[in-house]
Structure formats: structure tokens, C-alpha cells
């Protein structure tokens, strides 16, 4: 008997179609400034992980202009 093969396009199984259809979606359901502070806070997580990764205990440059630039 030959091996089961499984083959998988774009992200975990899902096409290019599927993918535009989720962020479509999103996109309609939580508006586009919803979704802009979403990516926001999804990169400054994982650039914390990383700094913590590193065993980084104080923000770098970076963040303390993302703290000054919320502040204003």
C-alpha cells in the first residue's frame, strides 16, 4: 500500500480565496481602525516577547518613542 500523502495550499490548508474572505471580514465586522490597532498591538507584543526572550529588562529606543508618541 502506498503512504497517505497530504498536501496543503497557502496557510494551514487554506488558499489565497479563503484568506481575503477572513480579512474581508474582519475587516466589515471591526472597521479598519479597529483592525490597525490590532496589528499595533499585536507587533509591540511580539516584539516584547522577544525583549524578554533576550533577557531584555529595559525597552529599547523604540518603545520608550512608541510610549512618547502615544503620550501626545
Known sequence: MEPLSIQTAGIG???FQE???IVL???VLF???KMADLGK???EGIRNFKHALKGDETPTDD???DE????R
Open 19 to 21: 484568506v481575503a474572505l
Open 25 to 27: 471580514a474582519a475587516v
Open 13 to 15: 490548508g487554506l488558499g
Open 31 to 33: 472597521g479598519g481602525k
Open 41 to 43: 498591538g499585536l507587533g
Open 63 to 65: 518603545l520608550k518613542r
Open 68 to 71: 512618547v508618541e502615544a503620550k
